[in-house]
């Protein structure tokens, strides 16, 4: 079953029945582009770096980003944020050790994954159905 695809797919699947999935398949498409932007000097950033990178590192292995890097013009991270609530995207983002200091925040557009590559196919709605 596509839907067992990603964990939360998973928790969807184990916590509805299906006769509400016409209700959360439009949710299950969204997902989120993340833009980090500093607000302090490249210096007090430096010092924080490390645990920014441990915590973007168990982010990515528990499935929550998909992927993660720099702008080339160095305005700001992007991260791209697989399928889930809202609010734990935000209650997630502010544990991010740059925000925490108060050194960076996020911006956040939402989108609905209409098309997707063959290697993300369980994020595409049409499949969701």
């Known amino acids: 079953m596509i839907l067992t695809a990603s964990p939360w797919h998973q928790y969807f699947v184990d916590f509805w029945s299906p006769s509400e999935y016409p209700r959360v398949r439009r949710y299950l498409s969204s997902m989120y582009v993340a833009l980090l932007h500093h607000l302090a000097s490249v210096e007090e950033i430096a010092l924080v770096l490390p645990e920014h990178a441990e915590w973007l590192a168990r982010e990515h292995e528990a499935g929550s980003f998909l992927a993660s890097g720099r702008c080339r013009s160095g305005a700001a ?3 791209l944020v697989g399928p889930m609530p809202r609010g734990r995207l935000d209650a997630l983002l ?3 050790p740059l925000v925490l200091r108060r050194l960076a925040r996020y911006d956040v ?3 609905d994954a209409t098309r997707t590559a063959p290697a ?3 994020f595409n709605e ?3 159905s």
């Open 94 to 96: 502010a544990t991010d």
């Open 77 to 79: 991270q992007i991260i």
């Open 126 to 128: 049409a499949l969701v």
């Open 109 to 111: 557009i939402q989108f």
């Open 120 to 122: 993300m196919l369980a």
